[in-house]
Structure formats: structure tokens, C-alpha cells
């Protein structure tokens, strides 16, 4: 009886493993299509607005609160905050376009939600990579003093910000403010996001408070793992793992919900 039971698992493990391949390979040439470099651009182009920041902060010699040279703390910077604020951007509206997929039994809104995600993650994560070895490369970074709790940091990041974007993306099916509110947002929570700060840069009263904003804590895991002891940081992992898992629950309830109410064209 386990055995059935383990056969049935893997073989609907199977079909949705193929199902994602073939709703991300129709992402990759709906946005980027087959001319020029295609889809180089899903990591070329999160690489382009990351090194434009990077030189944008170096030539106004940015203060960050840090003694971090200043590119280092743009990469580990900028690069978090590609990784979480792209991904609601993608979710949001993504429903309609493939409502004529939704025939196919196979085919849920979770699919179209997590390969546009793993999409938009895979890109951020190889421009964060590349970025981290050519400037490793050229000298103008140092290596990372403990890859794993950098990876740590990252899929924390990552987590929030697939669970915000499912929540956000079943919403926005339902009220379509939604799309109007996020963009505005998603500036508003730029600076609170850790980027361009350190946490133990701020007053002592305020430390407490900032990590209560989820991706604070993921940035300043990344820089850990990045710098070492160079840095003294200030983070909350169980209080983020809490968060995103309530995040997650909340999302995947949406995601059932308009799963019903959806009519495929």
C-alpha cells in the first residue's frame, strides 16, 4: 500500500515537474523572445541596473553607515532588493494572460505563480553570482567568508519574496488596486529595506524596530555571510522564518481561493 501510495506521489511529482518546465520555457520566450541575446537578458539586465547603482553610488561616495567599501555594499545591497521586490511585479496580472491554459487539468494558478517565481529568482541569483565573481576578479571584492550563511540569507529573501508576490498575485485578481498600490510601495520600502543601510549604523532605539520589516533581517544574514567579522549585525532569523511561513500559509489561501473562482477563456 505505501509503495501505490509512493508511486502516485512521484508520478504527480512528475507531471507538475513537467508542467513548470513548459510554463517557464513559454515565460522565457513570451518576454524575451528569440532575437538578440534572449533570454540573457533574465540576468543580464538585473546585472545592468546593479552595476548602474553600484557606479552611481561610488561617484557620490555614498554614506552607508559602514567602513564596507562602498561597491561590496551595493552588490549585497541592490542585489537583495532585486531578488524580493521583481517577484510581485511578475505574479500581479499574471493570471489573465494564461487563462487559456487553465483547460489543461495539469495547470493550476500555483503553477503559473512559481515558474514565473523560480524565473525571476533564477535571474537575480545569477546576476548576484556573476556580479560577485567578476568584481571577486577584478579586486574590487573580497570573497565571501561563509558562502553558506550567505545562500542562508538569500533563500530567506527569497522566500519572502515569492510569498508576498503568490499573495499579492491572487489579490490582484480580485481587486485590481492592487497593481496600482504595489509599485508605489515596493519605493516606499526600498529605504526600509536594508539596502542602503546597516542596522547598527541607526540609534540603538531604533535597531529593535527595523527588524521587525522582514528583509532587514535577510540583507543582514547576506552581509554576514559576505564580510565576517568586519561587520557587526543585527538579525532575527526565527522571527523571519515565523514571518514568512504565515506569509506563505495566507498566500497559498488566495491562491486556492481564486483557483475556484477562475473561468478559462
Known amino acids: ?67 564596507l567599501p562602498i561597491v561590496a555594499f551595493a ?61 571577486i576578479y577584478i579586486g574590487w571584492l573580497e570573497p565571501p567568508v561563509d558562502v553558506l550563511t550567505v545562500a542562508k540569507g538569500w533563500l530567506m529573501l527569497a522566500w519572502f519574496g515569492a510569498s508576498l508576490a503568490m499573495l499579492l498575485g491572487a489579490l490582484g485578481e480580485k481587486h485590481e488596486v492592487i497593481e496600482r498600490l504595489w509599485h508605489p510601495v515596493a519605493y516606499i520600502a526600498f529605504p526600509l529595506s536594508g539596502a542602503a543601510f546597516m542596522v547598527d549604523s541607526l540609534p540603538a532605539a531604533a535597531q529593535q524596530y527595523i527588524l521587525y520589516v522582514p528583509m532587514v533581517n535577510g540583507v543582514e544574514l547576506v552581509r554576514e555571510g559576505y564580510f565576517g567579522d568586519k561587520v557587526h549585525v543585527h538579525y532575527d532569523l526565527p522571527y523571519m522564518v515565523a514571518f514568512c511561513m504565515a506569509l506563505s500559509l495566507l498566500a497559498l489561501a488566495q491562491v486556492t481561493v481564486i483557483s475556484r473562482e477562475i473561468t478559462p477563456e
Not at 513548470?20 to 543580464?44: D, K, P, S, Y
Request: charged share 15%; hydrophobic share 50%.
Open 1 to 67: 500500500m505505501e509503495s501505490s501510495q509512493f508511486n502516485v506521489l512521484f508520478r504527480s511529482a512528475a507531471i507538475q515537474g513537467r508542467v513548470i518546465q513548459a510554463l517557464l520555457m513559454r515565460e522565457i520566450l513570451t518576454r524575451f523572445g528569440r532575437h538578440n541575446i534572449g533570454f540573457l537578458w533574465l540576468f543580464v539586465e538585473p546585472m545592468l541596473f546593479t552595476t548602474g547603482v553600484t557606479i552611481l553610488w561610488t561617484v557620490t561616495k555614498a554614506v552607508h553607515g559602514s567602513t
Open 75 to 135: 552588490l549585497t545591497g541592490y542585489s537583495s532588493v532585486l531578488l524580493w521586490r521583481n517577484m510581485p511585479s511578475r505574479c500581479i496580472g499574471a493570471v489573465e494572460p494564461n487563462l487559456s491554459l487553465m483547460y489543461h487539468r495539469n495547470v493550476r494558478v500555483l503553477d503559473v505563480f512559481l515558474a514565473r517565481l523560480l524565473l525571476e529568482a533564477g535571474g537575480a541569483t545569477i546576476s548576484f553570482v556573476v556580479l560577485s565573481l567578476f568584481y
